[in-house]
């Protein structure tokens, strides 16, 4: 099963600065997902974060403000750009185990719990 | 599109006390299903799974099986622990659409 390293666990930002969530895997994974859970609310995927290709965000979600970097099979980072106070959540890291081709689960790091002042 | 819908917390137990949540779901085709736990101050982990109809997923005295006719996937737990307080989700994945879809979570506490 893989383990997960996220930093920074906790932060608080100010409105209008930008903060770079690190996540890093003890293992080599194809895909890497990030998801934002806002209070009270369930997960909510960000993006997909492919090594070698750029990230394929979902709905409502735009490049500029959630940049990604994927350079290697074991690591990424998320940015959050431009913070407003809307931002504050916890945004998680996720891999997938993928065995014999069937999927499998996901596994979780334990989560950047961001507040914007 | 592919949806979860699982019911609202929190739920409230006396310890020793039966445990169930619902989970339903819609989803074209034939998806896994899943039960994911957050314990306080720690990131999801999967407390169960089943990948086809009535399958029945089990761990840590949870179980949940997967009924196709009715959509549903709900949790049990004949006696719950004070340690079994957390966050429960619901969760689905799709080949098709190669996504999870979360439900809302809910929360359960257990009281000594």
């Known amino acids: 099963s893989a383990v997960i390293s996220q930093k920074p666990s906790r932060d608080i930002c100010q409105r209008g600065t930008s903060l770079t969530i690190q996540c890093q895997v003890d293992?080599?994974?194809?895909?890497m997902f990030w998801y934002r859970q806002q209070p009270g609310q369930s997960l909510t995927l960000i993006a997909t974060a492919n090594q070698g290709s750029e990230a394929t965000y979902e709905s409502g979600f735009v490049i500029d403000k959630f940049p990604i970097s994927r350079p290697n099979l074991t690591f990424s980072t998320l940015t959050v750009s431009n913070m407003s106070p809307e931002d504050s959540s916890i945004y998680l890291c996720?891999?997938?185990?993928?065995?014999?081709?069937?999927?499998?689960?996901?596994?979780f790091g334990e989560g950047s719990r961001l507040t914007v002042l | 599109g592919d949806s979860v819908t699982q019911m609202e917390g929190p739920v409230t137990l006396s310890e020793e006390a039966f445990l169930t949540i619902n989970c339903t779901y819609t989803a074209t085709g034939y998806p896994s299903l899943f039960w994911y736990v957050q314990y306080p101050g720690e990131g999801l982990q999967l407390l169960l799974k089943?990948?086809?109809?009535?399958d029945k997923g089990s761990n840590k005295g949870f179980e949940a099986t997967y009924r196709k006719e009715t959509t549903s996937f709900h949790l049990e737990k004949g006696s719950v622990q004070v340690s079994d307080s957390a966050v429960y989700f619901c969760?689905?994945?799709?080949?098709?659409?190669?996504?999870?879809?979360f439900g809302t979570g809910t929360r359960l506490k257990v009281l000594a």
């Open positions: 293992s080599q994974v194809t895909m």
């Open positions: 996720s891999v997938e185990e993928v065995q014999q081709g069937i999927t499998g689960e996901l596994f």
């Open positions: 969760a689905l994945f799709t080949s098709g659409t190669y996504k999870y879809i």
């Open positions: 089943a990948t086809k109809a009535d």
